[in-house]
C-alpha cells in the first residue's frame, strides 16, 4: 500500500498557516495532552514541519512588515494608494474563493487565467512606477500636494531609488519564502521523496530560531513511549487509551457514520442443553472470531483490502470527568497526578476488569479497523458489549476518517519548474498592502497555554479533540468508489456481528430470535447508499426506529461543485 498521508501534512503544514497552527495548539502548547495515533501518520515530522513553517513566516512577516512600513513613510502617497487600490482589486478574487471554501486560506489557482492576470497586473504596476519616475524633478517639477510631506525637488531622485530598493527588498522576501517552500516540496515532499529526506530534528537550524516550548513538546513527542500505571504487569505493551475532550469520544477515528445500539432480554430456549456461559467476553471474543474471519475473504473487498482488516482494544476516557474524579482512586489507573499527563496505556488486568464493569466515563471498546485508498479513507468500527442479567446489549458505533483534502493532494499535479515560485512572488508583492493587517495579525499573535487558575485544574489540558489526520481531513468522499467502500465494508463487518451475536445466543440457550428481529430492522433502515456522513439508530424493546434521511445524490454532487 502507498503510504502519501505524511508527505502531505508535512507540505500542508508549509502552505496551509491555519493547518500548522492548528496542529501547534492542538500538540505542542499543553505538556500534559499526548498526540493520538492516526493511520500512517508521522506525528514528529509532520509537527516538525508545522514548527518550521510558522516560524518562517514569522520572520516573512516581520522583514514585510518593516520595509512596507519604511515603504509608506518615504513613498509619494499617490503611488501608494495606486498600490493599495491593486492589491485590494487583485485580493477580490482570493477572497471569493476563501468564501467558497470555508477553510479560511486559499492558494491561487494553476493554469492560464493566473499567468494572464500575473502579466496584467504586472504591467499595470510598472506603468504606474515608471510613470511616478518619469514625473520626479528634473525637468517637470512637482506637482503641488503630490507627496504627503515637503520635498525638495533635488531629493525627488532618491526619494524614488529608495521606494524602489524597498519595492525590491520586499520582493526578495517574498521570493525567498516561495523558493523555501517550492525547495522543500521539490527534494522532500513530491512523490517518492519522502523517504530519508527529513533530518534528524535536533539537525533542524530553523529550531534555534522557534519558540523553546513548542521544541520542546516535539521532543517529547519524537521519544514518545507507551506509558501505563505501576505496576506495569509482564511487560506487555498493554491496552492504548485515549483521553478526548468535547463531545466525540473516537478521537483519531475522523466522523460517527449511522451508529445505532440494540438491548434485548434473554429468554431462554425450552428444552436446550447451553453449550457455552454467555458473558461479556465470552461475546467480545465470539464477535473477533467473526469479524476476524473477514481477512480469510479477501476477494469480498477491492485490493483484497480486508487481510488487513485490523482489530485493536482501546480504552476511551472522558478529560472533563477523569479531573472530576481525581479523588477516587480509579483515577490513579489513568492520571498519575496533575501535573503529568495521562498514561497512554492500561494493564490488561485493569482492562479485564473495565471490561466487565465500565465505568461512566471511561469504556472498553473493539475497534475494527480497514485502511482503504492508500490510507487515504480509513473505515472504523467501535464495538461495545455487554451481559447482565437477563438481558443484553451491543453498540455499533462505525467512524469515517476522510480523505486528506484536494487541495493539499494538489502537491503531485503542481510542475516542478521554480517559475511558479517566482510568479507566486510577483503576485505576492501586487496584492502585500492588502495583506498587511493579516500579517501584523499573524505576527503580534502567540500561541499559549490554557489559562488554568492556581490549584485548579483545566480538564482541556488533559483530552484530545483531533488527530493531525483529521485537521487534514476534507468534508466528504471524493468519488463514487470510495463512497461505495464505505458500504461494503460496513455492511459486510455489520453482517458478521449480527451473525456472531445471534450464534452465540443459541449456543448459550438463549433466543437470538428478539436480536435478530431488531437487527434486521435497523439493517433494513439502511440500504441505500447516499453521500451522507450521520445519522443514528437506536433500537431495543418497545423503541420506534428512527433514521436520518440522507441527501440525494444529485444534492451531493451539487455541493460537491
Same mark, same amino acid.
Request: proline fraction near 9%; aromatic fraction near 8%.
Given at each position: 500500500?502507498?503510504?502519501?498521508?505524511?508527505?502531505?501534512?508535512?507540505?500542508?503544514?508549509?502552505?496551509?498557516?491555519?493547518?500548522?497552527?492548528?496542529?501547534?495548539?492542538?500538540?505542542?502548547?499543553?505538556?500534559?495532552?499526548?498526540?493520538?495515533?492516526?493511520?500512517?501518520?508521522?506525528?514528529?515530522?509532520?509537527?516538525?514541519?508545522?514548527?518550521?513553517? *510558522? #516560524?518562517?513566516?514569522?520572520?516573512?512577516?516581520? =522583514?514585510? +512588515? &518593516?520595509?512596507?512600513?519604511?515603504? /509608506? @513613510?518615504?513613498?509619494? !502617497?499617490?503611488?501608494?494608494?495606486?498600490?493599495?487600490?491593486?492589491?485590494?482589486?487583485?485580493?477580490?478574487?482570493?477572497?471569493?474563493?476563501?468564501?467558497?471554501?470555508?477553510?479560511? *486560506? #486559499?492558494?491561487?489557482?494553476?493554469?492560464?487565467? =493566473?499567468? +494572464? &492576470?500575473?502579466?496584467?497586473?504586472? /504591467? @499595470?504596476?510598472?506603468? !504606474?512606477?515608471?510613470?511616478?519616475?518619469?514625473?520626479?524633478?528634473?525637468?517637470?517639477?512637482?506637482?503641488?500636494?503630490?507627496?504627503?510631506?515637503?520635498?525638495?525637488?533635488?531629493?525627488?531622485?532618491?526619494?524614488?531609488?529608495?521606494?524602489? =530598493?524597498?519595492? &525590491?527588498?520586499?520582493?526578495?522576501?517574498?521570493?525567498?519564502?516561495? !523558493?523555501?517552500?517550492?525547495?522543500?516540496?521539490?527534494?522532500?515532499?513530491?512523490?517518492?521523496?519522502?523517504?530519508?529526506?527529513?533530518?534528524?530534528?535536533?539537525?533542524?537550524?530553523?529550531?534555534?530560531?522557534?519558540?523553546?516550548?513548542?521544541?520542546?513538546?516535539?521532543?517529547?513527542?519524537?521519544?514518545?513511549?507507551?506509558?501505563?500505571?505501576?505496576?506495569?504487569?509482564?511487560?506487555?505493551?498493554?491496552?492504548?487509551?485515549?483521553?478526548?475532550?468535547?463531545?466525540?469520544?473516537?478521537?483519531?477515528?475522523?466522523?460517527?457514520?449511522?451508529?445505532?445500539?440494540?438491548?434485548?432480554?434473554?429468554?431462554?430456549?425450552?428444552?436446550?442443553?447451553?453449550?457455552?456461559?454467555?458473558?461479556?467476553?465470552?461475546?467480545?471474543?465470539?464477535?473477533?472470531?467473526?469479524?476476524?474471519?473477514?481477512?480469510?475473504?479477501?476477494?469480498?473487498?477491492?485490493?483484497?483490502?480486508?487481510?488487513?482488516?485490523?482489530?485493536?482494544?482501546?480504552?476511551?476516557?472522558?478529560?472533563?470527568?477523569?479531573?472530576?474524579?481525581?479523588?477516587?482512586?480509579?483515577?490513579?489507573?489513568?492520571?498519575?497526578?496533575?501535573?503529568?499527563?495521562?498514561?497512554?496505556?492500561?494493564?490488561?488486568?485493569?482492562?479485564?476488569?473495565?471490561?466487565?464493569?465500565?465505568?461512566?466515563?471511561?469504556?472498553?471498546?473493539?475497534?475494527?479497523?480497514?485502511?482503504?485508498?492508500?490510507?487515504?479513507?480509513?473505515?472504523?468500527?467501535?464495538?461495545?458489549?455487554?451481559?447482565?442479567?437477563?438481558?443484553?446489549?451491543?453498540?455499533?458505533?462505525?467512524?469515517?476518517?476522510?480523505?486528506?483534502?484536494?487541495?493539499?493532494?494538489?502537491?503531485?499535479?503542481?510542475?516542478?519548474?521554480?517559475?511558479?515560485?517566482?510568479?507566486?512572488?510577483?503576485?505576492?508583492?501586487?496584492?502585500?498592502?492588502?495583506?498587511?493587517?493579516?500579517?501584523?495579525?499573524?505576527?503580534?499573535?502567540?500561541?499559549?497555554?490554557?489559562?488554568?487558575?492556581?490549584?485548579?485544574?483545566?480538564?482541556?489540558?488533559?483530552?484530545?479533540?483531533?488527530?493531525?489526520?483529521?485537521?487534514?481531513?476534507d468534508r466528504n468522499v471524493h468519488n463514487y468508489f470510495q463512497l461505495a467502500d464505505v458500504d461494503r465494508y460496513l455492511k459486510t463487518m455489520e453482517s458478521r456481528l449480527i451473525l456472531a451475536v445471534g450464534r452465540t445466543m443459541r449456543e448459550a440457550g438463549y433466543s437470538p430470535a428478539s436480536f435478530e428481529e431488531q437487527a434486521a430492522t435497523v439493517v433494513n433502515n439502511n440500504v441505500q447508499i447516499a453521500g451522507s456522513v450521520g445519522g443514528s439508530v437506536v433500537a431495543g424493546t418497545g423503541n420506534r426506529i428512527r433514521?436520518?434521511?440522507?441527501?440525494?445524490?444529485?444534492?451531493?454532487?451539487?455541493?460537491?461543485?
Open positions: 500500500m502507498r503510504d502519501d498521508t505524511t508527505r502531505y501534512l508535512c507540505a500542508a503544514a508549509h502552505e496551509d498557516s491555519t493547518f500548522a497552527n492548528q496542529a501547534i495548539r492542538e500538540f505542542l502548547v499543553e505538556d500534559t495532552r499526548p498526540v493520538p495515533p492516526a493511520p500512517g501518520v508521522d506525528a514528529p515530522a509532520v509537527l516538525g514541519e508545522a514548527i518550521a513553517a *510558522r #516560524t518562517r513566516r514569522k520572520l516573512r512577516d516581520s =522583514a514585510l +512588515l &518593516a520595509l512596507f512600513l519604511a515603504f /509608506a @513613510v518615504l513613498a509619494p !502617497l499617490d503611488l501608494l494608494l495606486y498600490w493599495v487600490v491593486l492589491a485590494v482589486l487583485f485580493s477580490i478574487g482570493a477572497i471569493t474563493r476563501a468564501r467558497k471554501d470555508a477553510e479560511l *486560506r #486559499t492558494e491561487i489557482s494553476n493554469g492560464g487565467p =493566473a499567468v +494572464l &492576470a500575473t502579466i496584467v497586473i504586472s /504591467a @499595470v504596476f510598472l506603468y !504606474l512606477l515608471y510613470d511616478y519616475l518619469a514625473s520626479s524633478p528634473g525637468g517637470a517639477g512637482v506637482p503641488p500636494g503630490y507627496y504627503p510631506y515637503p520635498v525638495e525637488p533635488d531629493s525627488a531622485l532618491p526619494v524614488a531609488l529608495g521606494t524602489s =530598493a524597498l519595492v &525590491a527588498a520586499m520582493l526578495v522576501v517574498l521570493l525567498w519564502d516561495r !523558493l523555501v517552500v517550492w525547495r522543500h516540496l521539490r527534494d522532500r515532499f513530491w512523490p517518492n521523496h519522502l523517504g530519508g529526506a527529513v533530518p534528524p530534528l535536533p539537525d533542524r537550524s530553523v529550531f534555534r530560531l522557534s519558540p523553546e516550548r513548542f521544541t520542546n513538546q516535539l521532543w517529547r513527542h519524537h521519544n514518545n513511549a507507551p506509558t501505563m500505571a505501576p505496576p506495569t504487569g509482564n511487560g506487555s505493551a498493554g491496552v492504548p487509551m485515549t483521553v478526548y475532550r468535547g463531545f466525540e469520544p473516537f478521537v483519531g477515528a475522523g466522523l460517527r457514520h449511522e451508529p445505532w445500539s440494540i438491548a434485548v432480554p434473554l429468554e431462554r430456549i425450552p428444552d436446550v442443553e447451553p453449550t457455552i456461559s454467555l458473558g461479556t467476553d465470552t461475546l467480545y471474543a465470539a464477535i473477533q472470531r467473526e469479524v476476524g474471519s473477514l481477512r480469510e475473504a479477501s476477494t469480498l473487498a477491492p485490493g483484497r483490502r480486508l487481510r488487513a482488516l485490523a482489530l485493536v482494544e482501546q480504552v476511551v476516557v472522558a478529560a472533563d470527568e477523569l479531573v472530576d474524579h481525581l479523588h477516587e482512586p480509579e483515577s490513579s489507573l489513568f492520571l498519575a497526578h496533575p501535573g503529568a499527563a495521562p498514561y497512554t496505556a492500561l494493564s490488561a488486568a485493569r482492562v479485564g476488569s473495565l471490561r466487565m464493569e465500565p465505568l461512566e466515563w471511561a469504556r472498553y471498546y473493539h475497534c475494527y479497523q480497514v485502511e482503504t485508498w492508500d490510507r487515504d479513507l480509513v473505515v472504523s468500527v467501535f464495538v461495545h458489549v455487554a451481559v447482565g442479567a437477563g438481558a443484553l446489549y451491543v453498540e455499533w458505533t462505525p467512524c469515517l476518517l476522510l480523505p486528506i483534502r484536494k487541495r493539499y493532494q494538489d502537491i503531485d499535479r503542481r510542475s516542478r519548474s521554480p517559475l511558479r515560485a517566482v510568479g507566486q512572488a510577483v503576485l505576492d508583492v501586487l496584492r502585500l498592502p492588502a495583506t498587511v493587517p493579516e500579517r501584523l495579525v499573524h505576527l503580534l499573535t502567540f500561541i499559549r497555554p490554557l489559562p488554568h487558575a492556581p490549584g485548579a485544574v483545566n480538564p482541556d489540558r488533559y483530552g484530545t479533540a483531533k488527530s493531525l489526520r483529521e485537521l487534514a481531513a433514521t436520518t434521511p440522507a441527501p440525494r445524490a444529485t444534492e451531493q454532487a451539487g455541493k460537491a461543485r
